[in-house]
């Protein structure tokens, strides 16, 4: 807001130098026998009266001059505009009259209304700007940092602007959003705590039993080769308890830890492709990156459109991050089954008994151990597509990698 102020200043000063020097050249302008072109007949006039005479002078023949008054009783005695001459030793009048009505002070109030009409427009809009933008993106400027910091409790205040209007609605659902997200993670941390701690003193049982039936072998209490192979099918049976309780744990840990949902519903291909080639369009070139679109039908898609832009990204990113970046297409093969959209980039360097493992979670192949991320993206893009009832699935051609979108058709 500060640059702003310092910027209507800036304009101000602007406009106050525009008024000084427009006047200042009016002025000049509008000086003596500057731009008043009766003053040069009237002295056409006097000198043709010095020669002739003034009878011999046709006025018809002058277009400002009108009447010409030697020096008399009566003699400065006009109604209108009139210059006084001296010829010969005798002063004579002439009335002339401007044609076009327009003095020069009407012509210099006219432009400094102009410029303060002017004035008052710009001055208008940089307050509109100051008073609908500015002023509440202001207010809105430490919502971010708020929600960094973990405070998603701050309000949003709603405002009707047709500026912010579906700005401050995003960033209220990003709220209510990550405090569901948060709430749902306390939850789910709550659960496998108790579901550990309950497995954990479920182990205890069987456990104790094994070392108390160990500890009896040890000590040759079971002397019977009967009662020693019962005990042992104990221990075996104390052994498969533990097991169990272990596959749990496991099963619980490898539970989906990401809560993605997806709202299916009906769109149009077109939108989906425009929607990835007005980013990459630009985006691309700067990079120094060819990226191509094949030829495809438009049809409708089943499945939550937000979320198929979000996987294609995943996809495009990927081929920028771990591709020679350059060169990217993006293809439509036909099929029956569904609507295919491929991700093909050059300069791929993973191995082909790797290609299995691209969409698990946290796995990284060999080829990104320089390059920085978490190995969620593509498991993210399969999830997602399981959601939208599609799938994903990738294929590598020498240097090239293609990773395809199988969506649904309507």
């Known amino acids: 807001m500060r640059a702003f102020g310092k910027m209507i200043g800036i304009v101000s000063l602007c406009f106050i130098l525009l008024f000084v020097c427009t006047n200042f050249i009016l002025l000049r302008w509008n000086l003596p026998e500057n731009g008043r072109p009766y003053r040069v007949e009237i002295n056409r006039l006097a000198l043709a009266i010095e020669e002739n005479g003034l ?20 003699f400065y005695d006009s109604d209108s505009d009139y210059s006084i001459r001296e010829m010969g030793g005798n002063l004579y009048r002439f009335d002339y009259e401007v044609k076009d009505g327009t003095k020069p002070w009407q012509i210099i109030l006219a432009v400094n209304i102009i410029l303060a009409v002017v004035m008052a427009a710009v001055f208008a809009i940089l307050f509109y700007i100051r008073a609908k933008i500015l002023h509440p993106f202001e207010r809105l400027s430490g919502v971010p940092y708020e929600l960094s910091k973990g405070n998603l409790t701050i309000p949003v205040k709603e405002n009707k602007s047709r500026f912010f209007g579906r700005f401050l609605w995003g960033i209220d659902l990003l709220r209510e959003n990550m405090e569901q997200q948060k709430t749902r993670e306390l939850e789910l941390q709550k659960e496998k705590k108790t579901l550990l701690l309950s ?207 199988v969506f649904g058709r309507r």
Request: hydrophobic share 35%; proline share 3%.
């Open 199 to 405: 497995l954990s003193h479920d182990i205890k049982t069987p456990l104790s039993a094994i070392k108390l039936y160990a500890k009896a072998l040890s000590k040759n209490l079971y002397p019977e080769a009967e009662k020693q192979r019962e005990v042992a099918e104990k221990i075996n049976e104390k052994a498969d308890e533990i097991e169990d309780y272990v596959s749990q744990i496991i099963s619980a840990s490898r539970e989906d830890f990401l809560s993605l949902t997806v709202d299916n519903s009906e769109f149009y291909l077109s939108d989906l492709i425009e929607n990835i080639v007005s980013f990459y369009g630009e985006k691309l070139p700067l990079l120094k990156t060819e990226f191509s679109v094949g030829e495809y039908h438009n049809c409708l898609l089943f499945g939550d459109f937000d979320r198929s832009v979000e996987v294609l990204q995943n996809i495009m990113e990927n081929a920028l991050k771990y591709g020679d970046g350059r060169h990217v297409e993006l293809l439509f093969p036909e099929d029956d089954e569904g609507v295919l959209i491929s991700v093909r980039n050059s300069g791929c360097t993973l191995e082909k008994s790797d290609l299995p493992h691209i969409f698990e979670s946290f796995w990284r192949g060999a080829n990104a151990e320089n390059v920085r991320g978490s190995g969620l993206g593509l498991y993210i893009c399969r999830q997602l597509m399981h959601k939208m009832n599609g799938e994903i699935f990738a294929e590598i051609d020498g240097t090239f990698i293609t990773v395809t979108a």
């Open 55 to 74: 009878e011999k002078v046709d006025l018809s023949q002058y277009e400002y001059v009108y009447h010409i008054e030697p020096f008399g009783e009566h």
